[in-house]
């Protein structure tokens, strides 16, 4: 009898390390696999200036991100596509991509994000990109839209993640980005 009980207890002990040791792990894979990921910003307008380091003073295009992990990020890569929505049926539509250049589209290393009160006279963790094309002309027609798109990896775990955003006619704003992660246009 003193044995049948010590099989119970044995077994209800090692079914509730069990269950603890599963719910523990997929607490620390939510915490990786949520928490742990790459945290962006993205403008959500386009600042429209003069170049300041092109040589012939081109009129450029410029988009920015803005890292929000306290961790830092490798292996940026930007696409920015124009996007045209055409009618296909009665009932949808569909769409074309078409790349659009950029002067950098592939950034090795991003610093983290540093909260205001640790702010240096400079931020490493947010990155312009611009590009020469034409942005005006593109979203003057109600058909077309511009897409960026940023995968990046997380510093510490190394998980990646796309993120993207699409800009319509009314995106575009003279002027130059604020410093730090702020998106506004002065």
Known sequence: MNDFFE???????FLANLIVEIVGGLLFLFIILVLLRPRIRISPEIAKNTDQFDPNGRMCWVFKIVNMSLFS??????????????PAHPQGNNVRMFPLTLKINHIPHVSPFRPRWMKKDYSDYALRFRTYDDLDTILNDQMKSVQIKVTLKHGLTGLGKVFSHQYVRSAIKLGHFSIGNDFKIN
């Open 7 to 13: 099989k119970n207890i044995f077994t209800l002990s």
């Open 73 to 86: 990020a490798f292996d940026v890569q930007v696409e920015l596509m124009e996007k045209i929505t055409y």
